[in-house]
């Protein structure tokens, strides 16, 4: 059992001023594998003001330098990717081909961060005016639990290519491989003050970054819940804010579909890293006229999803991070049964043989209506709610009724046909005929899914602040 008792400062483990323990369980098995000591406000203060002092020479550095600083970075990271994996596989309990790819995205953060510093214009002209992109000063970066290290990496890199200096909160419950990321990060040979580091609860470290004068920018990803009181809290000092939110993404087969490719693929997409995914299909939405053969082929595709030890290759779903989220995903599925959806598969309780561990069975429940709570409220887990719909305009229009709006999926064989949906849909990314992802692409939400964008160009110019110089 590992114990994380220091906080990184100024370039430095340092111990903490904290002292409350929070405890890292083991979700496939139950049993205790760390604890972390906690940081408290007095920490957090220490770290702010790290930052806040190598503000004043970061930001004044080359894109050269920066440049060299990614680099290093990524080289470091890379040194220690397959333990990496292991420890995300064992602490956070994600399928091993989940974890794998998010560690590689881990390390592709710095060279799309590159390319995209290589391209990016910090000085234009705006009529006959000046204008200079400059950095914002100290950004607050607030991770989750459900790709920790890759939310760190790639926020890390933005505000290292803007010229900003970080204080970074994770996830409690990501101690473990966020102390392995630490000692990469520390022996890139990072200026003291640039990344700065501490462990702690929200209501502590998390509501001190926010209200802190010192911080000029929270960059969040979680709940919708907590993005609401931190934007709340964050304009007392006009903060700038990147949130990126909950989701509750629709995925719509349009008529003309091959359904025998398109279901089993959507059941399969819903259940990405276990259905702890913010961008998770979990809404399908059908013609009616085929329900009765989308639910055959759903059902027989359910009984190909593998539920099981996250260390297996082929793995699907793992167990929920904490029991604690496997109590909610209990509930939700509880719910639909009791607002009269039908049970195509799954259900309550664990899987046979997975007792021991967060395990929850892979669920699909049909002729969902749209207004219920299993297809409003994110839930978070390997729960699929397909609904039925008479006509193109109204599966527009069911998309659309959600207060989420940060991904939408489609699928047809006219390529042009699909694009004038996604044209109606409201949502910041949608997926044309399959699951792909491109980090120089905008991400980000429509209504209650955020505010602002990450990667690329449209990520980069949130860590930055136009300056207008009339001569």
């Known amino acids: 059992m590992k114990r994380l008792d220091k906080g990184y400062i100024n370039g430095a483990f340092v111990a903490l001023h904290g002292k409350e323990i929070f405890q890292l369980i083991n979700p496939t098995n139950q049993q205790k594998i760390g604890e972390v000591v906690l940081a408290d406000e007095t920490d957090t203060k220490n770290a702010i003001a790290a930052a806040k002092e190598a503000f004043k020479h970061f930001s004044q550095t080359s894109i050269e330098d920066r440049i060299g600083i990614l680099e290093r970075l990524k080289s470091e990271v890379?040194?220690?990717?397959?333990?990496?994996?292991?420890?995300?596989?064992?602490?956070?309990?994600?399928?091993?081909?989940?974890?794998?790819?998010?560690?590689?995205?881990?390390?592709?953060?710095?060279?799309?961060?590159?390319?995209?510093?290589?391209?990016?214009?910090?000085?234009?002209?705006?009529?006959?005016?000046?204008?200079?992109?400059?950095?914002?000063?100290?950004?607050?970066?607030?991770?989750?639990?459900?790709?920790?290290?890759?939310?760190?990496?790639?926020?890390?890199?933005?505000?290292?290519?803007?010229?900003?200096?970080?204080?970074?909160?994770?996830?409690?419950?990501?101690?473990?491989?966020?102390?392995?990321?630490?000692?990469?990060?520390?022996?890139?040979?990072?200026?003291?003050?640039?990344?700065?580091?501490?462990?702690?609860?929200?209501?502590?470290?998390?509501?001190?970054?926010?209200?802190?004068?010192?911080?000029?920018?929270?960059?969040?990803?979680?709940?919708?819940?907590?993005?609401?009181?931190?934007?709340?809290?964050?304009?007392?000092?006009?903060?700038?804010?990147?949130?990126?939110?909950?989701?509750?993404?629709?995925?719509?087969?349009?008529?003309?579909?091959?359904?025998?490719?398109?279901?089993?693929?959507?059941?399969?997409?819903?259940?990405?890293?276990?259905?702890?995914?913010?961008?998770?299909?979990t809404r399908l939405l059908v013609p009616k006229t085929k329900l009765e053969q989308v639910n055959a082929i759903a059902k027989a595709a359910a009984t190909q999803v593998i539920v099981g030890l996250p260390d297996s290759e082929s793995t699907n779903v793992g167990p929920m991070v904490s029991e604690k989220q496997f109590e909610r995903v209990q509930s939700y599925i509880q719910l639909g049964l009791d607002e009269g959806a039908v049970l195509l598969s799954g259900g309550v309780g664990k899987p046979a043989g997975l007792e021991t561990g967060n395990f929850v069975k892979a669920t699909i429940f049909t002729s969902v209506q749209n207004d219920m709570r299993i297809a409003q409220e994110e839930i978070f887990g390997p729960v699929l709610s397909i609904i039925p719909y008479q006509t193109e305009e109204e599966a527009i229009a069911i998309a659309n009724d959600t207060n989420y709006g940060l991904a939408a999926y489609i699928t047809s064989k006219d390529e042009q046909h699909a694009l004038r949906v996604a044209a109606q849909i409201d949502a910041g990314r949608i997926n044309i005929n399959g699951f792909k992802h491109d980090p120089m692409a905008p991400f980000g939400g429509f209504k209650q899914s955020g505010i602002g964008r990450e990667f690329g160009t449209y990520g980069l110019e949130a860590y930055l602040e136009p300056k207008a110089i009339l001569i």
């Open 78 to 281: 890379s040194k220690r990717e397959n333990e990496l994996i292991e420890l995300m596989v064992q602490e956070y309990g994600g399928t091993r081909q989940f974890c794998t790819m998010s560690v590689q995205n881990s390390l592709s953060a710095f060279d799309n961060m590159i390319k995209t510093l290589r391209n990016f214009e910090f000085q234009r002209t705006a009529g006959n005016t000046l204008v200079q992109m400059t950095p914002l000063g100290v950004v607050a970066i607030i991770t989750p639990w459900n790709s920790s290290n890759h939310f760190i990496c790639s926020k890390f890199a933005t505000a290292v290519a803007a010229g900003c200096t970080v204080v970074v909160k994770p996830s409690e419950m990501s101690g473990l491989q966020t102390q392995v990321l630490l000692e990469c990060f520390h022996q890139a040979d990072l200026p003291k003050g640039l990344f700065n580091l501490v462990n702690g609860l929200g209501n502590t470290v998390g509501v001190t970054l926010t209200n802190h004068p010192d911080v000029a920018k929270i960059s969040f990803t979680g709940s919708t819940l907590t993005g609401k009181a931190i934007a709340k809290a964050a304009v007392d000092t006009m903060k700038r804010v990147t949130l990126e939110l909950g989701g509750k993404s629709p995925n719509i087969i349009l008529e003309d579909a091959d359904l025998e490719s398109a279901i089993p693929q959507a059941v399969f997409g819903a259940y990405m890293n276990s259905g702890q995914a913010c961008i998770a299909p």
